[in-house]
Structure formats: C-alpha cells, structure tokens
C-alpha cells in the first residue's frame, strides 16, 4: 500500500529548531511534487512548504520564509522540513502530502486536497 509516513515531531522550546521527515512507503517520491501543511486545533490545513520532484522549485508559506527550509533526498525517498527560530505560533500537527505540481502561487491558503496522497500526520508543539 503505498503511503507516505511523517516524523520528526516533538515538544521545543520557543527558538528551538525541529526537522521533519516524510519517508515514502511503497512508492517513489522523486515523481512527485512534494507539500507540508499543517493543521492547528480550530484552524483550517494551510499550506506550509512544496517542492518540486523534477525542477526542485521551492515554495513557503510568508510566515515562515526565512526559518523553515525543504529540501529532499531521492536516495533515501524522503522529504525533510528543516524548522528553526520556531514560534509557539507554529504549533500544529504536520502533514505532508504527494501531489502533481506545486501551486506557482502557493501559499498558506493551499489547505486540505483530497487529490493528494497524505501522511497521517506528526505533532509539533512550541512552548516553555
């Protein structure tokens, strides 16, 4: 079954820096266009970061330039959200999903697809 998993996740201080992992299982990520998105309680899914699986364009979300970085490892079949300067304002749970193309224009408005293939999701909290 082909799925992907999400880790990385933990309790970090205000300041403190986290990197997730989206390993694919049973299928290969190099064909994908790869976004991490992220849902707060309450809140609707935004989106965070994609990356492109060909061109290895990047897109971020405006509140988050600047601190969290995407970057992927064809040889590992794994995509990694590289967080820092991380803000109780970040909290959420993570999820990262498989789609067809990045959005030109994404942004923290791209949420919930149900066309793309998404992890089941790993929690990030930011708090003394």
């Known amino acids: 079954q082909s799925q992907l998993v999400e880790s990385g996740g933990g309790l970090v201080q205000p300041g403190g820096s986290l990197r997730l992992s989206c390993a694919g299982s049973g299928f290969t990520l190099d064909y994908y266009d790869i976004g991490w998105f992220r849902q707060a309680p309450g809140k609707e899914r935004e989106g965070v970061s994609c990356?492109?699986?060909?061109?290895?364009?990047?897109y971020y979300a405006d509140s988050v330039k600047g601190r969290f970085t995407i970057s992927r490892d064809n040889a590992k079949n794994t995509v990694y959200l590289q967080m820092n300067s991380l803000k109780p304002e970040d909290t959420a749970v993570y999820y990262c999903?498989?789609?067809?193309?990045?959005?030109?224009?994404?942004?923290?408005?791209?949420?919930?697809?149900?066309?793309?293939?998404w992890g089941q999701g790993t929690q990030v909290t930011v708090s003394s």
């Open positions: 999903a498989a789609l067809s193309k990045c959005p030109s224009t994404f942004s923290s408005n791209y949420g919930y697809n149900p066309y793309y293939v």
């Open positions: 990356m492109g699986g060909t061109d290895y364009n990047t």
